[in-house]
């Protein structure tokens, strides 16, 4: 019984949580919505390949994979253009921002100076996280 009310409790308010969604929907069509959920799922993945590469200390392979996979050389593979007239303004412009930082990243790396690496990672997660509170696909 006592388990029976946890998952009720649990249910409602997941389901109050879910009915005050306050972020943006942005409308895609449904392919260009998998892609772009796609490449968000790529972003992760290589923030956490360069965080391995960075605690092996292989400061240019973790820099290659920000700024191949992130950086502003990345957008072409993503296919930014064909997405952006989509997106509202803002969330364009928080998106080049986010990939601005992920290239300053990738050349901190090449430094490697941990200072300038931390702020810069910090920074390229700050931008991933103000465009998902912002905004919502599906």
């Known amino acids: 019984m006592r388990y029976l009310s946890i998952v009720f ?21 449904e392919h260009m919505q998998s892609h772009m959920l796609g490449n968000m799922r ?3 993945a290589a923030l956490a390949e360069a965080s391995q ?21 990345s957008l072409e593979a993503h296919g930014a253009d064909h997405m952006a ?7 364009r412009e928080m998106g080049t921002e986010m990939h601005r ?8 790396m090449q430094e490697e100076d941990p200072q300038l690496i931390f702020k810069n990672f910090s920074n390229v997660m700050t931008r991933c996280n103000a465009c998902h509170v912002q905004y919502r696909v599906k």
């Open 9 to 29: 409790i649990f249910y409602f308010v997941s389901a109050a949580s879910w009915a005050q969604e306050k972020r943006e929907y942005v409308k895609l069509p």
């Open 85 to 91: 007239k989509f997106m509202p303004k803002p969330m």
């Open 42 to 44: 790529d972003h992760l």
């Open 53 to 73: 590469l960075m605690a092996n200390q292989k400061w240019d392979k973790a820099s290659d994979v920000i700024e191949r996979r992130i950086g502003m050389s």
């Open 101 to 108: 930082s992920a290239s300053r990243l990738a050349r901190s």
